[in-house]
Each structure stands twice: as structure tokens, then as C-alpha cells.
């Protein structure tokens, strides 16, 4: 399933026209040298911590997930949440009025 939500992001990405080049993604590396032990990074009760791997065997995705949206797709972002707020807010108001 995440892997399906990469190539989503990624598509998303492209059809933006802003997409992430080769050389942009090997600029981005992890903080932890391979094989560390990231401490406090369990979320499991009887879970180990997880270990660092290599920045190749994580998803493309990933090193582009803090870089900044364009402002044209946040403001579409905005429009669209606004849309769901007020439809959301209409469709509660129903449901009291058929009480």
C-alpha cells in the first residue's frame, strides 16, 4: 500500500510540473548512517526500535515530502479543504433539522 501511495505522490507531483529530479533527490540524505539504531522511534508496546537503512532502499518519495508546495497547488489546497468544510457543515445541519 505505500508503495501505491509513492507512485501516486509522484504522479501528483509531475502533473504539477514540478518534478523532482535525479539530482535533487541524491542532495537529500538521512541524518543516520546505515544499520544505527533510531531510539525512541518504536511505536509498537512490544516492538524493537528501528534500525537506519540505506537511502537507497527507502521509497523516492520520501526525500520529498518537506519540500515547499507551490503556491498555485496551495491554494488550490485551500479551495478544495474550504469546499469540504462547508459541505460538511451543510450535511450536519440537515441531519439536526430531521430530528
Known amino acids: 500500500m505505500f508503495s501505491r ?3 501516486v505522490a509522484k504522479r501528483t507531483c509531475i502533473s504539477r510540473g514540478f518534478a523532482v529530479s535525479a539530482r535533487l ?3 537529500a540524505a538521512s541524518s543516520a548512517a546505515p544499520g544505527t539504531v533510531l531510539k525512541g522511534l ?3 508496546k512490544e516492538g524493537k526500535d528501528p534500525v537506519a ?3 537507497d532502499e527507502y521509497p523516492e518519495g520520501l526525500w520529498t515530502l518537506l519540500d ?3 503556491e ?3 491554494a488550490e489546497k485551500e479551495r478544495q ?3 469540504r468544510s462547508r459541505i460538511i457543515k ?3 445541519f440537515m441531519k439536526s433539522k430531521k430530528k
Open 25 to 27: 533527490r541524491s542532495a
Open 42 to 44: 518504536n511505536i509498537y
Open 53 to 55: 537503512l540505506k537511502d
Open 90 to 92: 451543510e450535511s450536519n
Open 5 to 7: 501511495l509513492v507512485v
Open 72 to 74: 498555485d497547488a496551495m
Open 81 to 83: 479543504r474550504l469546499q
Open 68 to 70: 515547499e508546495v507551490p
